[in-house]
């Protein structure tokens, strides 16, 4: 059985840092296009990050560049989002997904239409 769990979020203040987690079961972490999403209320479903296991290659969306860093370890099948200088519009519910594949496509890694499984989300908040 598929199974995505994240866990890290929390409340922070503009300014300071989190680290979000996303353990996988192994065969789904085996080979796959990870990513990370968020999804603030009234707002589409934004891809924030992808990697693929096993691998090098990230992606970010601009807004995240520099901020945002997307690893794996491996040993653990667990993907991690370290977030630093949070901006209130950072404020949402993230997502990891996960779609079996060994590489994220450079063009769609961030189409949430292109991922098979999602996990319960964490939320986070980030104040002024």
């Given at each position: 059985q598929v199974q995505l769990v994240e866990s890290g979020g929390g409340s922070v203040q503009a300014g300071g840092s989190l680290r979000l987690s996303c353990a996988a079961t192994a065969d789904t972490y085996s080979s796959a296009c990870m990513g990370w999403f968020r999804q603030a209320p009234g707002k589409e479903r934004e891809g924030v990050a992808a990697i693929a296991t096993g691998g090098t290659n990230t992606n970010y969306v601009d807004s995240v560049k520099g901020r945002f860093t997307i690893s794996q370890d491996n040993a653990k099948n667990t993907v991690y989002l370290q977030m630093n200088s949070l901006k209130p519009d950072d404020t949402a519910m993230y997502y990891c997904a996960a779609e079996p594949r060994s590489?994220?496509?450079?063009?769609?890694?961030?189409?949430?239409?292109?991922?098979?499984?999602?996990?319960?989300?964490?939320?986070?908040?980030v104040s002024s």
């Open positions: 590489y994220c496509s450079g063009g769609s890694w961030n189409n949430r239409n292109e991922y098979t499984y999602w996990g319960q989300g964490t939320q986070v908040t």
